[in-house]
């Protein structure tokens, strides 16, 4: 009976304690926009993420021409250097945009477009983002163009 009182006794007492200590908490008069934060530094992020922006992993794509309602499906592929992937597209993609099937390269520009180019150099078309994960020409406002990433 003795040692049922004094476990009775310490709960009592630790609750207390307990909200005591959450009332002098809850009702602190420093407001939390005055305090000064600990600035921690870590290397979870580094400093030059939104300089240099790393490549897109290989995907595929669905190729689409709206006008001419022709569809190929082109690829993403490995890193060649810090800006550019290699590319490729199926001959049945000259349907959906002339050429295309003769890219070699995915170069990914520093204001997000994507030129996409033959061994040669030569262009072959220029993307900017869509919504979500798509792009849309920018070489010809005729062009009704639409690249969707597959999942």
Partial sequence: MKARVIVAASS??????AA??????TFNPTPVADQD???LVSASISH?????PRPAPPAMFSVSNLKNRAVC????????????????????CDDVWPGLSMADNWTQNEDGTVT????SGHVVLTLAPGAGFSYESLDNPDADLAWIMLP
Avoid: K, Y
């Avoid at 009592?12 to 304690?17: P, T, V």
């Fill in 73 to 92: 499906l082109a690829e993403r592929g490995a890193t060649l250097t810090s800006r550019s992937r290699s590319f490729w597209a199926p001959p049945d």
């Fill in 20 to 25: 005591v200590f959450l009332c002098i908490w």
């Fill in 48 to 52: 030059d993420a939104d300089v240099n």
């Fill in 12 to 17: 009592l007492s630790a609750a207390l304690a």
């Fill in 37 to 39: 934060f600990d600035h």
């Fill in 116 to 119: 996409i180019t033959s061994n």
